[in-house]
């Protein structure tokens, strides 16, 4: 049963921060497995029955949907071997991740967050995107009062140059002009996450959040739900 994340999963994160070795982990790795994956896992075992109620096809795999502690610094400059944050994705089960609409869940040392986006830029999900707004940019604009209500903001980065049609205004036009975008939780307070309530409080946010989640979801190539991890 998820009783709460630990009190003591921002100081091993604060501790692997400044300590961030081999030898730090593997002399931790027993808070590691204690404070914060086990908490981790309970957390998307408690989230998966009503996430599959949600979306049926959704991945509530514990070992699928929590990110690895260690790095993949083959093609970074930060050469250290541990993140120093966790997160939780979940996603339709089966498919490749890169430009697929996921919900998430973050933890780090600074704040928590949660939304709903795209994994990536997706350049043809995107342009399919821009295409239902140009045929029903009020149908598309009406989706924004559910962010209003789960208290969530958009963001991504824009294209520059790109030109909206006439009539696309306001947050319709940046979501026009996005390259790629994601729906974000914003004044979460860390200290809901030490009470076994925040599912509830995410899982809330997520079932307002869906119709963005189909929207983008409807927007990706039906073949990129056809590749395997």
């Known amino acids: 049963m998820f009783e709460g994340f630990s009190g003591e999963m921002i100081p091993f994160f604060l501790d692997l921060r ?4 081999r030898a730090f982990m593997d002399a931790n790795r027993d808070r590691y497995r204690v404070f914060v994956r086990e908490p981790f896992c309970r957390f998307i075992e408690e ?13 509530v795999r514990p070992a699928k ?17 541990y993140r120093d944050h966790l997160w939780v994705a ?5 498919v490749s991740k890169e430009g697929m ?20 830029e997706n350049t043809e999900a995107m342009e399919a995107l821009r295409r239902r707004i140009e045929a029903d940019p009020a ?9 209003d209500e789960a208290e969530c903001a958009m963001a991504g980065p824009e294209w520059k140059k790109k030109v909206p049609p006439p009539g696309v205004e306001g947050r319709l036009r940046s979501l026009y002009l996005k390259k790629a975008v994601y ?16 599912t509830d409080r995410v899982f809330r946010d ?23 991890e």
């Open 183 to 198: 729906f974000e939780k914003i004044g979460a307070r860390m200290e809901w996450i030490y009470s076994p309530t925040i």
């Open 47 to 59: 989230l998966g029955p009503r996430m599959q109620a949600l979306i049926p096809e959704m991945e």
């Open 139 to 147: 149908g598309i604009g009406r989706y924004f009062s559910l962010l």
């Open 18 to 21: 400044f300590h961030n070795s």
């Open 65 to 81: 949907c929590l990110s690895r502690i260690n790095r993949d610094t083959r093609f970074s400059r930060d050469k250290s071997p």
């Open 206 to 228: 997520y079932m307002l959040l869906k119709p963005w989640y189909d929207l983008l979801r409807g927007c990706v190539p039906e073949l990129s739900y056809k590749e395997k």
């Open 101 to 120: 609409p996921f919900f998430w869940f973050e933890i780090r040392p600074e704040e928590v967050t949660w939304g709903v986006g795209l994994w990536g």
């Open 90 to 94: 979940f996603r339709e089960s089966g």
